[in-house]
């Protein structure tokens, strides 16, 4: 079965600086792996996604992914992270289901808190 | 662009009543999928629907029922409320349609109902 997993219940950083938001995956094939943001009260934003091609994938509010094949991680990035970033980070991979449509298997979320 | 829409958005119920979920996904997606997140919780897939028929089943409890109609939108039916299934309800959309942004049936989620059961 596939599996995410997010090591680190809660990120914190400060503003301006790199934020890392680590997640490894196991999987049985290509993976097909995604990042979800999810703010207080509010529904889940998808980030990016990674399906094939290049190993850096580039989503939104100027986050990036690394996909590592070797590592079987897919650690979330960002060059330098803002106060409004602050929120639940969900890594996420495609499960083949039983009739060839996909389910969504989510990591146990990253809380980022960035401070000023 | 349209967006998958959910109704309502938030909905308090007490011990053993009912309720009813439904989602509108995205025009000409034909799959939909209900996640459950319970407060401080990853969301956990429940059930999903292809072309009107269950495609795939997760850890959906026996109280409840879905259901995908016609026009592809679909209900979740909870019986027999319980205080544990205070949650918040996404459902989301996709389609296989091959080309574009749809050719890994990728999922949209809907913004999510809040269930309050008091």
């Known amino acids: 079965a596939q599996s995410v997993a997010q090591p680190e219940d809660q990120v914190n950083v400060a503003e301006g600086n790199p934020l890392t938001v680590k997640c490894t995956y196991s999987?049985?094939?290509?993976?097909?792996l995604f990042w979800y943001v999810q703010y207080p009260n509010r529904g889940l934003q998808f980030l990016l996604k990674?399906?094939?091609?290049?190993?850096l994938v580039k989503g939104s509010y100027g986050f990036e992914a690394e996909f590592n094949k070797s590592q079987t991680s897919f650690h979330l990035k960002k060059p330098s992270a803002l106060v409004s970033d602050s929120a639940l980070y969900f890594c996420?991979?495609?499960?083949?289901?039983?009739?060839?449509?996909?389910?969504?298997?989510f990591g146990a979320g990253t809380r980022l808190f960035v401070k000023a | 662009a349209a967006g998958v829409i959910q109704s309502p958005r938030h909905l308090i119920k007490e011990k053993r009543e009912t309720a009813t979920l439904k989602c509108y996904p995205i025009p000409r997606h034909d799959t939909v999928y209900w996640y459950q997140q319970g407060p401080g919780q990853d969301p956990q897939f429940l059930i999903s629907f292809y072309e009107k028929m269950q495609s795939d089943k997760g850890s959906i409890p026996d109280r409840f029922s879905a259901q995908q109609f016609s026009d592809y939108h679909s209900e979740l039916n909870m019986s027999s409320l319980e205080l544990g299934d205070s949650a918040l309800y996404f459902c989301?959309?996709?389609?296989?349609?091959?080309?574009?942004?749809?050719?890994?049936?990728?999922?949209?989620f809907g913004p999510g109902t809040r269930l309050t059961v008091l």
């Open positions: 996420a991979v495609r499960d083949p289901s039983n009739t060839g449509g996909f389910k969504t298997i």
């Open positions: 990674y399906i094939t091609g290049d190993n």
């Open positions: 999987v049985s094939g290509n993976p097909y």
């Open positions: 989301a959309s996709s389609s296989r349609l091959a080309g574009g942004t749809s050719s890994y049936n990728e999922q949209f």
